[in-house]
């Protein structure tokens, strides 16, 4: 059970590394449902894009040991689930995003809670 989640921290940090570079190299218009952005709207998406990408290397650095690196593995679940109550807040503020944001939404506000059990449970 603990390699299998690993294992599964390991492709989340991947996907969350290539999703970041498409937004670096792309910038906004790699976002489904999107409209051409001005120049600072561009630069904070790629921006943020950087971060994510720190994001996605930490979930892989984390996935090499879990237990040892618990605290760093559970901020990093926080942050994630803290992103799904972001966008909760959007569309109460400006209304629904395209449908791929809403799954996208669901994963960030499930994943976290799921991930954490399950460590939990294995450690």
């Known amino acids: 059970m603990r390699k299998t989640l690993e294992a599964l921290i390991l492709v989340f ?8 570079c498409l937004h670096i190299v792309l910038g906004p218009s790699s976002i489904p449902g999107s409209v051409p952005v001005n120049a600072t709207m561009d630069s904070e998406d790629r921006f943020y894009a950087t971060l994510f990408l ?7 650095w984390c996935s090499r040991d879990l ?3 618990e605290g760093v593995f ?9 992103g799904g ?12 995003p395209n449908p791929l944001f809403i799954f996208l939404g669901s994963l960030e ?5 799921l991930f954490w059990w399950w460590h939990r449970r294995t450690a």
Do not use: E, Q
Request: net charge positive; proline share 5%.
């Open 54 to 60: 720190g994001f996605g290397v930490a979930l892989i």
């Open 13 to 20: 940090g991947v996907v969350c590394v290539l999703i970041a």
């Open 109 to 113: 506000l499930i994943l976290p809670p």
């Open 67 to 69: 237990r040892a690196r």
């Open 74 to 82: 559970g901020a990093l679940l926080l942050t994630f689930f803290l």
């Open 85 to 96: 109550i972001a966008r909760i807040i959007s569309a109460l503020a400006v209304g629904w």
